[in-house]
């Protein structure tokens, strides 16, 4: 007779087993004692009386799954995830090899195989106490906006920023950009498409950095960037989270996109901005949402109709110069000259507004009237004068001097 493996379990039911084929106690108290109907006692002691030990052993001990995973895909995802998955996560790796190589497998077993080939390692996160913000109502109360700055084509193409839009009732990303940097130009750019797109939300959940807030010498916080001046002339209220966790939302999408995106643009061989801007809309959006967006609280959308607004003189730079006495005024060291025709009397020393468009178009204004103008190509050229050439003298210091004889005193 061979080794018998039992778990504890078996081994305390061998007791009771054993009292009961000595008829020491009853199937019905043998029951009562193991928790189990008469009827499994009766099957389980007649397997015990012909096999002995072993029939107490569950039967699929040692035997291999029926759904148990094929070794050879087992082989060839491994393979896969040390070639072109490279770094991919155990859920994106499962969705992946079911979606392009017909590999159908759980994320958990694909787990448990990269962990014993080496690939994945468990992730012990501290726990950190905080207190839970409800969700929006509806969709567009609020817009948790964010940049996410990341080697996005892994080395192929150059370093850049994803500008990332995310509602807050649904966790549906609205809009997703790439851009050079998390600059003024580029948000504006962003939000002014984002807005064409879906209309004005209620607000902006945004952090403290330099594009939404002036963070130096504004101690009453009177002083507002270019991008909250925009967004509230269209009515949109910013709200400033005081910590990363306060906006988790747009955080935890951001690490979502670095780990997924990251190598969805790898698979199609994207390396550009262009072409990643275009693979965002052209479907990958649409699937993100489709996985990760959950329903709101309330059907209705609270975005706002645009209704007539122009936003190309909203999302813009603006600067006040002052008009100079010949009718100029100076811009990024450019010349620009009023017109004598005007809709409204203009005097030097008053303050012109400058308005630089996204396209770098420049427009003037004073009292919210646009003024016509031209752009000075050239500065004037101030006349100069020859330079006059005197002969050095040379000064002989007198023989009384101070510096001949230390000895004389200079007179009072």
Same mark, same amino acid.
């Given at each position: 007779?061979?080794?018998?493996?039992?778990?504890?379990?078996?081994?305390?039911?061998?007791?009771?087993?054993?009292?009961?084929?000595?008829?020491?106690?009853?199937?019905?108290?043998?029951?009562?004692?193991?928790?189990?109907?008469?009827?499994?006692?009766?099957?389980?002691?007649?397997?015990?009386?012909?096999?002995?030990?072993?029939? /107490? !052993?569950?039967?699929?001990?040692?035997?291999?799954?029926?759904?148990?995973?094929?070794?050879?895909?087992?082989?060839?995802?491994?393979?896969?995830?040390?070639?072109?998955?490279?770094?991919?996560?155990?859920?994106?790796?499962?969705?992946?090899?079911?979606?392009?190589?017909?590999?159908?497998?759980?994320?958990?077993?694909?787990?448990?195989?990269?962990?014993?080939?080496?690939?994945?390692?468990?992730?012990?996160?501290?726990?950190?106490?905080?207190?839970?913000?409800?969700?929006?109502?509806?969709?567009? !109360?609020?817009?948790?906006?964010?940049?996410?700055?990341?080697?996005?084509?892994?080395?192929?193409?150059?370093?850049?920023?994803?500008?990332?839009?995310?509602?807050?009732?649904?966790?549906?990303?609205?809009?997703?950009?790439?851009?050079?940097?998390?600059?003024?130009?580029?948000?504006?750019?962003?939000?002014?498409?984002? #807005?064409?797109?879906?209309?004005?939300?209620?607000?902006?959940?945004?952090?403290?950095?330099?594009?939404?807030? !002036?963070?130096?010498?504004?101690?009453?916080?009177?002083?507002?960037?270019?991008?909250?001046?925009?967004?509230?002339?269209?009515?949109?209220?910013?709200?400033?989270?005081?910590?990363?966790?306060?906006?988790?939302? !747009?955080?935890?999408?951001?690490?979502?996109?670095?780990?997924?995106?990251?190598?969805?643009?790898?698979?199609?061989?994207?390396?550009?901005?262009?072409?990643?801007?275009?693979? #965002?809309?052209?479907?990958?959006?649409?699937?993100?949402?489709?996985?990760?967006?959950?329903?709101?609280?309330?059907?209705?959308?609270?975005?706002?109709?645009?209704?007539?607004?122009?936003?190309?003189?909203?999302?813009?730079?603006?600067?006040?110069? #002052?008009?100079?006495?010949?009718?100029?005024?100076?811009?990024?060291?450019?010349?620009?000259?009023?017109?004598?025709?005007?809709?409204?009397?203009?005097?030097?020393?008053?303050?012109?507004?400058?308005?630089?468009?996204?396209?770098?178009?420049?427009?003037?204004?004073?009292?919210?009237?646009? /003024?016509?103008?031209?752009?000075?190509?050239?500065?004037?050229?101030?006349?100069?004068?020859?330079?006059?050439?005197?002969?050095?003298?040379?000064?002989?210091?007198?023989?009384?001097?101070?510096?001949?004889?230390?000895?004389?005193?200079?007179?009072?």
């Amino acid at each position: 007779m061979g080794k018998i493996i039992m778990s504890k379990r078996e081994s305390e039911q061998l007791l009771i087993f054993e009292k009961l084929k000595r008829k020491e106690l009853t199937q019905k108290a043998a029951a009562a004692i193991l928790g189990r109907s008469e009827r499994q006692v009766h099957e389980k002691a007649k397997r015990y009386n012909l096999d002995g030990p072993a029939g /107490l !052993v569950h039967r699929s001990r040692g035997i291999a799954s029926l759904h148990k995973w094929p070794g050879d895909q087992e082989a060839r995802a491994i393979e896969l995830l040390r070639g072109p998955f490279d770094g991919f996560g155990p859920t994106f790796a499962a969705e992946k090899l079911e979606e392009l190589h017909e590999i159908k497998v759980s994320s958990e077993t694909l787990r448990k195989a990269m962990i014993r080939n080496g690939i994945w390692s468990n992730k012990t996160q501290r726990t950190k106490h905080r207190k839970r913000r409800e969700r929006m109502l509806c969709r567009g !109360v609020m817009v948790q906006l964010d940049g996410s700055p990341h080697d996005w084509f892994e080395g192929r193409g150059r370093w850049c920023t994803l500008l990332v839009f995310i509602d807050d009732a649904t966790s549906e990303i609205l809009w997703l950009e790439f851009a050079e940097s998390e600059s003024t130009s580029a948000v504006m750019r962003a939000t002014k498409n984002y #807005v064409e797109a879906y209309g004005i939300p209620g607000s902006f959940y945004v952090d403290f950095g330099s594009v939404f807030s !002036v963070n130096t010498n504004n101690p009453e916080h009177d002083k507002i960037t270019q991008f909250k001046r925009a967004v509230q002339e269209l009515g949109i209220r910013m709200i400033h989270a005081t910590s990363p966790q306060a906006k988790g939302r !747009v955080e935890r999408s951001n690490k979502t996109l670095q780990d997924r995106l990251v190598k969805e643009l790898r698979l199609a061989g994207i390396s550009t901005m262009e072409g990643a801007n275009a693979f #965002v809309k052209n479907g990958y959006l649409k699937n993100h949402n489709a996985q990760f967006a959950v329903k709101a609280a309330e059907p209705t959308d609270a975005h706002r109709a645009l209704a007539g607004q122009r936003l190309d003189a909203i999302f813009c730079l603006k600067e006040e110069r #002052v008009l100079m006495n010949d009718f100029t005024i100076t811009y990024n060291k450019r010349i620009f000259q009023l017109s004598k025709r005007q809709k409204t009397l203009l005097r030097p020393r008053e303050s012109i507004m400058v308005s630089e468009w996204l396209d770098g178009t420049i427009a003037l204004a004073i009292r919210a009237i646009t /003024l016509n103008f031209t752009e000075l190509l050239s500065r004037p050229i101030k006349p100069q004068k020859d330079p006059v050439f005197r002969p050095f003298i040379y000064r002989k210091p007198a023989p009384t001097h101070p510096w001949r004889n230390r000895n004389i005193q200079p007179t009072q």
